[in-house]
């Protein structure tokens, strides 16, 4: 409930700081006194829009804070929690507006935007007004009331659960499917290419050894006729290698007292003898084992045609075949999978649908008896409201489309008639601010056992009523008070001598500025109040004693 309410610097008003309480608080005062303040005020803590022109004049911005008790408004806890905005029972919602017309929104200290303020104030309180964007005329609103009379609110959010799996899964089986035919096509180009590249097998590092053999191999008389030289070089004649180094060694043998520089000459000629004669038996093995093979030659220039063949027409690097075939095996394999998952999701989706099916029908079973039944309680309390004539229906159209939604198999529409032999039509349609404000409060004097928000806001609902009515109208937002909280602004003393909280606004003003003060009555100040609204402005010992007799009944 909203226990708390402090305005500073709003229209006229300098500061008000309200406390508020469980049951029915009545707001009085003169005409143009400023009673819609506070409930402008409110309604800019709760999100509506707001300019530079709210903000009192002289001042550099309007601040409004409103704090609410929510420790019985699960709802709310967990939208807070979800958030990291809890704190504990306590729901503080701020609003900042400079003169400059810059707007602020803060949710217990953390900056918020105006559709969180809008969307968490109406887990918070329920503001009805003569105005055409009171909540009773919303679709969503009236569908929210008959699920909570029918106490289907779990079957609802089962229903928006399972809707919500439905068309995450459908979405993604759409994607799929509208992709399908060209992925077929793919699949097709990539099986042949996949194909191709299987048969040529190119092993790792084996381009490689094909180049260096097929260089070998198209120049391997040239290469023999070289190594045999090398090797004659080496080994043949009297003036080899192997001989000369020998003979300059033997040379370096017979010196006596070799210096250092000699012996390590003689060490070095020495490993180059080794070394030779390492290089000749390679040579000689190197011939040995060499064969001059046209057909070996010929397949190895065949298998390079063919890799480089395979390599443009994929336009790339023949190095590069063996990364392209795993890759494209790997795009091959997704398109594959695919196709499988069309058929899981196929699957899934005929499931959940099924699933909807079954809760949206008993939902819409418990509807369908639950209307019944509220539309004979909201008559009977019309009856009391001077609407005897006005037949209240709901009506459970469904919706055109088949498809699965969060709301369930149909729309529910509140239809009115005010008159005899009139057909039922929509309440923006046919109900003016008074009868809406009365049917409106038929409707929350019904629902109000089940209603998850627990404080109303009643804006002037006696208006275009009076006598007997005005004093039904009081005892239905009083009975409403008992189970929770209502704050209504009123110009009726047989309404306002029912509040369990009487809040009196006036005007003070002085030859500087004029500002709005609100003040909590007293027992003997509520009989002045309430004789002033009978009476006027000269209060008469009858109009005391009405007064009196009014508050003592209450």
């Known amino acids: 409930m909203l226990s708390h309410l402090n305005i500073n610097n709003f229209a006229i008003a300098s500061h008000l700081d309200i406390e508020l309480h469980?049951?029915?608080?009545?707001?009085?005062g003169e005409t143009g006194a400023g009673k819609s303040i506070m409930l402008g005020a409110l309604g800019l803590a709760l999100g509506d829009r707001a300019d530079a022109s709210i903000v009192k004049h002289g001042a550099d911005r309007a601040d409004i804070h409103a704090t609410f008790d929510i420790s019985d408004i699960p709802e709310a806890q967990q939208w807070l929690a979800s958030r990291e905005l809890n704190a504990g029972h306590e729901c503080l919602l701020r609003r900042v507006i400079t003169k400059e017309g810059r707007s602020r929104g803060f949710i217990n200290g953390s900056p918020a935007t105006l559709s969180d303020l809008k969307t968490l104030g109406n887990m918070l309180i329920d503001i009805h007004s003569q105005h055409a964007h009171q909540s009773l005329l919303k679709k969503e609103q009236q569908r929210r009331l008959?699920?909570?009379?029918?106490?289907?609110?779990?079957?609802?959010?089962?229903?928006?659960?399972?809707?919500?799996?439905?068309?995450?899964?459908?979405?993604?089986?759409?994607?799929?499917?509208?992709?399908?035919?060209?992925?077929?096509?793919?699949?097709?180009?990539?099986?042949?290419?996949?194909?191709?590249?299987?048969?040529?097998?190119?092993?790792?590092?084996?381009?490689?050894?094909?180049?260096?053999?097929?260089?070998?191999?198209?120049?391997?008389?040239?290469?023999?006729?070289?190594?045999?030289?090398?090797?004659?070089?080496?080994?043949?004649?009297?003036?080899?290698?192997?001989?000369?180094?020998?003979?300059?060694?033997?040379?370096l043998a017979t010196i006596p007292a070799k210096t250092k520089g000699l012996s390590e000459a003689e060490q070095l000629l020495s490993s180059a003898l080794i070394q030779a004669e390492e290089a000749s038996h390679e040579i000689?093995?190197?011939?040995?084992?060499?064969?001059?093979?046209?057909?070996?030659?010929?397949?190895?220039?065949?298998?390079?045609?063919?890799?480089?063949?395979?390599?443009?027409?994929?336009?790339?690097?023949?190095?590069?075949?063996?990364?392209?075939?795993?890759?494209?095996?790997?795009?091959?394999?997704?398109?594959a999978g695919s196709d499988e998952e069309i058929d899981n999701l196929h699957r899934q989706t005929n499931e959940l649908r099924l699933e909807y099916q079954q809760l949206a029908a008993k939902l819409s079973k418990k509807r369908r008896s639950a209307a019944q039944k509220l539309e004979k309680q909201v008559e009977a309390q019309l009856q009391t409201l001077a609407m005897s004539n006005c037949r209240f229906t709901i009506a459970l159209a469904a919706r055109e489309s088949q498809q699965p939604h969060q709301h369930g198999l149909e729309d529910i529409h509140f239809l009115i008639s005010t008159n005899p032999g009139q057909p039922a039509q929509a309440l923006s349609r046919t109900a003016?601010?008074?009868?809406?404000?009365?049917?409106?409060?038929?409707?929350?004097?019904?629902?109000?056992?089940?209603?998850?928000?627990?404080?109303?806001?009643?804006?002037?609902?006696?208006?275009?009523?009076?006598?007997?009515?005005?004093?039904?109208?009081?005892?239905?937002?009083?009975?409403?008070?008992?189970?929770?909280?209502?704050?209504?602004?009123?110009?009726?003393?047989?309404?306002?001598?029912k509040g369990h909280q009487h809040l009196y606004v006036s005007k003070q003003s002085n030859k500087k500025a004029v500002s709005t003060q609100l003040q909590q009555l007293t027992a003997e100040q509520k009989v002045e109040e309430i004789a002033r609204m009978l009476g006027g402005i000269d209060i008469s010992k009858q109009s005391r004693a009405h007064a009196k007799q009014m508050l003592a009944v209450h």
Do not use: W
């Open 284 to 335: 000689s093995a190197h011939i040995d084992s060499f064969e001059v093979d046209p057909e070996r030659l010929l397949y190895v220039e065949q298998r390079l045609n063919q890799v480089f063949e395979i390599a443009r027409k994929h336009r790339v690097d023949a190095s590069q075949l063996s990364e392209l075939h795993q890759q494209l095996q790997t795009e091959l394999s997704a398109i």
């Open 432 to 497: 003016s601010g008074g009868e809406l404000s009365r049917i409106s409060l038929a409707i929350q004097v019904v629902t109000a056992q089940t209603s998850a928000i627990p404080t109303m806001v009643f804006d002037e609902v006696d208006v275009g009523v009076g006598g007997a009515t005005a004093e039904v109208v009081g005892n239905l937002l009083q009975q409403l008070g008992e189970k929770g909280q209502v704050l209504c602004v009123t110009h009726q003393p047989q309404v306002a001598s």
């Open 146 to 251: 008959l699920d909570e009379y029918a106490n289907t609110q779990g079957l609802a959010d089962d229903i928006k659960t399972t809707v919500t799996d439905y068309n995450q899964l459908a979405q993604r089986l759409a994607t799929l499917e509208s992709n399908h035919s060209e992925q077929t096509a793919r699949a097709q180009l990539l099986s042949y290419q996949v194909e191709e590249l299987d048969q040529l097998a190119l092993e790792v590092g084996e381009l490689e050894k094909l180049e260096t053999e097929q260089k070998q191999r198209a120049n391997a008389e040239a290469i023999l006729e070289s190594c045999h030289h090398a090797l004659a070089l080496c080994q043949e004649g009297e003036l080899n290698v192997n001989n000369i180094l020998s003979q300059a060694i033997r040379s």
């Open 22 to 28: 469980r049951g029915m608080t009545v707001i009085t």
